[in-house]
């Protein structure tokens, strides 16, 4: 299990321990899906699926609400590198069951993607998340 996962599986239990009723946790990533290049190239990108939905797995497993966003509330896109068995320990089942979620989600869908913006956010307001994962990859800007 990576660092991450790990984080997330501590903040799973921390929230799980300190009270009877289910958390709301606030998932933030970034909605870029591609980098400009200084030579005029165009760097395709996104998030990690194993650094995205292994945490959120365990959040929802233990029975925690996840509520994504992304600075404008566009669909993030998962990075197509990422989508590989490598990075579920050479596990085909393993990246099975995070594809599954991910298309349950439709965290990626244009068009039912329930991702707000930071704005929408605001505009519920933040009382109404006990906790915030920021899943900022190495490489997408989290700006935009």
Known sequence: MNLMARLAAALALTLAASGAH????????SGENHLDLKDGKVLSTGFYLNELLQP???????????TF??????????????VTPAYFGN???QLQVHKDLLEKL???????????S???VEQ???????????RRSGS?????
């Open 56 to 66: 959120v797995k365990l959040l929802l497993d233990a029975g925690h609400e996840v």
């Open 22 to 29: 289910a958390a709301n946790v606030l998932v933030v990533l």
């Open 124 to 134: 519920q307001g933040y009382a109404h998340f006990d906790a915030v994962y920021l």
């Open 106 to 116: 439709a965290l990626t869908s244009q068009t039912a993607s329930p991702v707000l």
């Open 118 to 120: 930071l704005a929408r």
């Open 140 to 144: 997408t800007p989290a700006t935009r």
């Open 91 to 93: 596990d085909s089942a």
């Open 69 to 82: 966003a992304t600075p404008q509330g566009r669909a993030p896109t998962a990075d197509a590198s990422s």
